[in-house]
């Protein structure tokens, strides 16, 4: 999970939204006018906003319906009048049992938001550390509230389920090879190679390059 950047709302989301007859209830986003930029509009904040991840998981998905989904943090059954709002529409993976499908079904009152995480205005970053063995924690040295929020942030995107811890350990086994063989390389270049987990990578870089070299025996 990482910190989101909304930037300028596009004037196409912005015409969109001026033309639907009532905004502020949930059924407005099944309205003709966002129907029908509703791929544009899932590419442009996956692209512009996102770096090609999901916002919870932190894998790489593309803006076609089969991997991605618009997500509306604040569920618009509960909170219609953010039906249309830029700043509660982040794209999420389609994952079963995790993210967004995962969270919109176990969330059941609007104050169950005030115990996640929102990475549009929070950096998670603050509340997570991560381990070599890809699995995801509240930091130490939070206060207890903090933490009581971050292991319930993991909780409901479910981001330590197997699968993607995983690939978090797999990717970390890479990086300790990587340090073993070669100079430090830039944190920018290791993303290239490692496109998924953006916030893992950059948190076991610092352990990892940061550590001496053990000398062959």
Same mark, same amino acid.
Request: glycine share 0%; aromatic share 12%; with cysteine.
């Given at each position: 999970m990482? $910190? %989101? #950047?909304?930037?300028?709302?596009?004037?196409?989301?912005?015409?969109? $939204?001026?033309?639907? &007859?009532?905004?502020?209830?949930?059924? !407005?986003? +099944?309205d003709t006018n966002i129907r029908n930029i509703s791929f544009k509009l899932r590419e442009h904040i996956l692209l512009q906003e996102q770096e090609l991840l999901c916002c919870y998981c932190e894998t790489e998905i593309d803006s076609s319906s089969d991997t991605s989904n618009i997500d509306h943090f604040k569920t618009r059954h509960l909170f219609p009048r953010l039906t249309l709002e830029y700043d509660?529409? %982040?794209?999420?993976? +389609?994952?079963? *049992? @995790?993210?967004?499908?995962?969270?919109?079904? &176990?969330?059941? *009152? &609007?104050?169950? *938001?005030? +115990?996640?995480? #929102?990475?549009?205005?929070?950096?998670p970053d603050y509340y997570f550390d991560y381990l070599l063995t890809g699995d995801i924690f509240p930091k130490s040295n939070i206060d207890a509230k903090s933490k009581e929020? !971050? =292991?319930?942030? =993991?909780?409901?995107f479910q981001l330590n389920n197997t699968r993607l811890v995983? &690939?978090? $350990?797999?990717?970390?086994?890479?990086?300790?090879?990587? @340090? @073993? @063989? *070669? +100079?430090?390389? $830039?944190?920018?270049t290791l993303y290239n190679h490692f496109p998924d987990f953006k916030s893992f990578v950059k948190n076991i870089y610092s352990k990892i390059f940061q550590q001496p070299k053990q000398k062959p025996h």
């Open positions: 990482f $910190k %989101l #950047n909304k930037k300028e709302i596009p004037e196409f989301f912005i015409s969109a $939204k001026k033309n639907v &007859k009532i905004p502020l209830v949930s059924s !407005a986003w +099944n509660n529409l %982040l794209i999420s993976c +389609n994952t079963r *049992y @995790q993210c967004s499908s995962f969270k919109d079904d &176990k969330i059941k *009152y &609007k104050s169950d *938001y005030d +115990n996640i995480i #929102n990475p549009v205005i929070e950096d929020k !971050a =292991i319930f942030t =993991i909780a409901i995983h &690939k978090r $350990k797999e990717v970390a086994r890479s990086l300790s090879y990587l @340090q @073993q @063989q *070669y +100079n430090q390389p $830039k944190l920018s």
